[in-house]
Each structure stands twice: as structure tokens, then as C-alpha cells.
């Protein structure tokens, strides 16, 4: 019996490497896998298990990863631009620098995710969930919001022009130094307290919700 455990063990093992070598399917199993500096464009992976793998430099442009998870996967300077991922998990994912240009995000969650510099342009994100997100310098020009939240998130000097709130979107905590809301109507937007428009840069163009005013140094200086 000893001897038969050890044998499937080792079929197991075989199998799991194995997994890392096929080609993507949906519902693939590619945890802790390395897929780095790879040209995976347009593959489908919905639904696959994609737990801490490695997608640094790759390229997923226009991949359908529809309710995959890639809960801490690594997807630095990764292009995932015109890819759908509704319902997938970013979780925690480290996503520095990454081009999500494009992408339809609908429901997909993005919690506690290192996003510093990623490019959300015209990226359809109703539903997504970035609550406690790093999202520094991360742009959102152009990409539709409704039913988020940023709570807790930061969202230093990231950029919100030309972004369309169509729904609530909750900021409550979220740390708004110098963000640019310029001519964005922010009249959806809950949780947002006078503390977070004072540090935060807007224009005459800029609406915000009821009871905020907006401060004497609007708009904001940049170099």
C-alpha cells in the first residue's frame, strides 16, 4: 500500500509539471506556474486557475479570462489591453505598470492589489471591486465606473479624466492626494468627505456631491 501511495504521489507530481507545460485551455490548472515574456494573445483561459503564476511582460492582449483566478498572480509591465475578465479575481495580484487599456472588467475583483501606474483607459469596470488597492499614478481615462469601490484605496495621483460615474462609487478612506477628477462629475460618488476634495485636484468643470465644496487651490499645479 506504501508503495502504491508513493506511485500515485509521484503520478501527481508528474501531472501538476506537466500542467505547466500545456497549451491554454479554459479551466486550465496553472498555479504558482511560470509564464513570464510569453505572447498569449487572445488565449482563452476562463475560469482557470492561474493562483500566483507568473505572467511578468507577458502578453494576454484580448485574452478571455472570464471567472479565472489569478488571486496573487504576478502580471508586471503584462499587456492584458482588449481582454474580458468579467467575474476573475485580481486579488492581491502585483500589477506594476500594467496595460489593462480597453479591458471588461464587469464584477471582477481587484482588492488589496498592487496596481501603482496601470492604465484602466476606456476600460469597462461597472461592478469591479477595488477596495484597498495600491493605485498610484494609475490611470482611468475614459473607462466607465458604477457600482465600485475604492474604499480604503490609494488612489494617489491617479487619474480619473474623462472617467463616467453611472452609479455609485464608494471612495470612503480612500487617500486622494492630488488625484485628478477634472471635469469629472462626481456626483455618484459616495464616502467622500471635504478632507478628501482638499487634497485632491479638480476643475470648475469638476461636480461634486451634495455638502462638498470645492477648494480655493482648484485646479492643482502640475510640472
Do not use: H
Not at 475604492?150 to 479624466?161: V, Y
Amino acid at each position: 500500500m506504501v508503495g502504491l501511495a508513493v506511485a500515485l504521489a509521484c503520478v501527481a507530481g508528474a501531472a501538476q509539471a506537466a500542467n505547466c507545460r500545456s497549451a491554454p485551455v479554459p479551466g486550465i490548472d496553472w498555479r504558482d506556474c511560470n509564464k513570464s515574456r510569453l505572447i498569449l494573445k487572445d488565449a482563452n483561459l476562463e475560469g482557470a486557475t492561474l493562483v500566483d503564476t507568473d505572467f511578468s511582460e507577458t502578453d494576454l492582449r484580448g485574452a478571455r479570462l472570464n471567472s479565472a483566478n489569478l488571486e496573487k498572480a504576478t502580471l508586471l509591465r503584462a499587456s492584458l489591453a482588449g481582454a474580458s475578465a468579467e467575474k476573475a479575481n485580481f486579488g492581491k495580484v502585483e500589477a506594476y505598470r500594467s496595460d489593462l487599456s480597453g479591458l471588461s472588467a464587469e464584477n471582477a475583483s481587484f482588492a488589496s492589489a498592487e496596481l501603482q501606474r496601470s492604465r484602466f483607459i476606456d476600460a469597462w469596470l461597472k461592478g469591479a471591486d477595488f477596495q484597498k488597492a495600491e493605485l498610484g499614478r494609475a490611470e482611468f481615462s475614459g473607462s466607465a465606473l458604477a457600482n465600485n469601490s475604492f474604499a480604503l484605496a490609494n488612489l494617489s495621483r491617479a487619474d480619473f479624466r474623462g472617467t463616467t460615474l453611472e452609479g455609485p462609487v464608494d471612495f470612503a478612506g480612500a487617500f486622494l492626494f492630488l488625484t485628478r477628477f477634472e471635469g469629472v462629475d462626481l456626483g455618484a460618488a459616495t464616502g467622500l468627505r471635504q478632507e478628501q476634495i482638499e487634497i485632491a485636484c479638480g476643475d470648475a468643470a469638476t461636480k461634486l456631491p451634495r455638502g462638498l465644496t470645492a477648494p480655493r487651490n482648484w485646479p492643482c499645479a502640475f510640472e
